[in-house]
């Protein structure tokens, strides 16, 4: 496939067009790096939604860059009898892709709580990315425990608590999957392929109803049968070697 | 007004329910810091759409903290005759409100549009928040001259070549206030209340269609008013004498 440079929304053609394919699209393609990251919950979406969807991944990042919406992925490349609308931006994807496969739930009360459980895991995720992952090493113990210790604690305490408000049955609103127990999901999943993994990972344990969450959509019967596939554990491996030295990666790909 | 301890998110009442009063308010509060920061988007919208609504502020927030879904705000309570709604998190409240008042664009497309600009810019309030405001003082020159050069530069130029495409009109999308202009305004009447503002206002200005963006969100008749108000002109004083130093703010309300 041809990627197409996309520095430029579309804005010739009518939106109402555009929205159209959107609305009806019969295939997808999400561009990221591949890692999990913040590419991941898109791709849980499209699994367990069924979509006929593949990766794509950046052959030479620092020239695709300037061809990007806001110099960043994911990107979503929406087709329709090969017309295509490209979107950007991990959260309006996600947002996008859940309405489209019926994951936000079934009204606008539950909308605002899936957006809600949502954004504050988000939240939380970025607050290890930037105080963890790629703060510098000798500031890395303290910043990790601290994150332990507070962001994390209390973000656990407050999700575990809105679990079991909803009868702790594996899932964050009613009774279905959505878009708040995929990206939860996607966010222990990233965590557990980190080097600060184990120890993060046993804060969760010892909230089962959030412990629940990740065991229903991983097991999912979509979800399992994409977890297995090479194209999920390639993502993995990738990761797990990514974050042993993310520096040292990205430094790797910008020479390549 | 007595407020109610919302650790826990309504689940007794049926969705369909919160989920009317939710779409046909009569009117708002929103719950904040008296600072502008991650408030202000929602009560720009709320004062844009002509709603009835007020402010609310912690009285102790070290107690009320945990009297709130995820120990953050803002929080917003929507109210119908006497019922009550609480919806937390600012991008969350601030999807619905813009949903409520018709600032989310036209069709699927041109919300995916708004979407990916709003998150395009909290992205960048956020890096600035964690790398210069909430940075060690020493750190903090260096932080700033790389947040200038490397990624408030790049989304400065990415946007203005976005609103250069949108015909340089003032506006992200169509020809109509949307949540995206709100936001990117938001963000900079925070930036300029900052001590950092002169400088990063600087690079702004050399940027016209973004410029034109908060001229025109700034001078509609009904956000004008608002700016023109006490209410406004307080939250004003209060984030310039919050973020002068914002760890002795932080400190000065702990100790209350």
């Known amino acids: 496939m041809v990627l197409s440079n996309c520095a430029h929304f579309d804005r010739e053609t009518p ?10 699209a019969d295939s997808y393609c999400l561009k990221y790096f591949p890692i999990e990251g913040l590419g991941q919950t898109s791709r849980d979406i499209l699994a367990a939604g069924g979509a006929k969807w593949e990766n794509l991944f950046p052959e030479n990042w620092a020239t695709e860059k300037d061809q990007t919406p806001f110099g960043c992925m994911p990107l979503l490349y ?10 950007s931006e991990s959260a309006a994807i996600d947002f996008y892709l859940a309405k489209q496969f ?12 899936i957006g809600a459980f ?20 000798e500031a890395k ?4 425990e601290t994150f332990k210790e507070r962001s994390f604690k209390y973000w656990v305490k407050a999700h575990e608590r809105h679990l079991i408000d909803n009868g702790s049955n594996g899932h964050y609103v009613g009774n279905e999957l959505t878009l708040a127990d995929i990206r939860t999901t996607a966010f222990f999943n990233h965590l557990s392929h980190q080097p600060e993994g184990p120890e993060l990972m046993e804060i969760v344990k010892a909230a089962p109803a959030l412990w629940k969450v990740m065991e229903t959509v991983n097991n999912h019967p979509k979800l ?30 910008a020479a390549k």
Chains 1, 2 share one sequence.
């Open 224 to 253: 399992a049968k994409y977890r297995a596939s090479e194209d999920y554990k390639t993502l993995v491996e990738n990761t797990i070697g990514f974050y042993k030295d993310p520096f040292a990666a990205v430094a790797a790909m």
């Open 118 to 137: 949502y954004t504050s895991t988000s939240s939380v995720m970025i607050t290890f990315v930037s105080q963890v992952t790629w703060n510098q090493s």
């Open 78 to 87: 929406i087709n329709k009898n090969g017309k295509e609308v490209v979107i």
């Open 141 to 144: 113990k303290a910043s990790l």
């Open 15 to 24: 939106s109402s067009e555009l929205s159209e394919i959107m609305t009806s």
């Open 102 to 113: 019926g994951m936000l739930g079934s009204n606008q009360y539950e909308e605002a709580l």
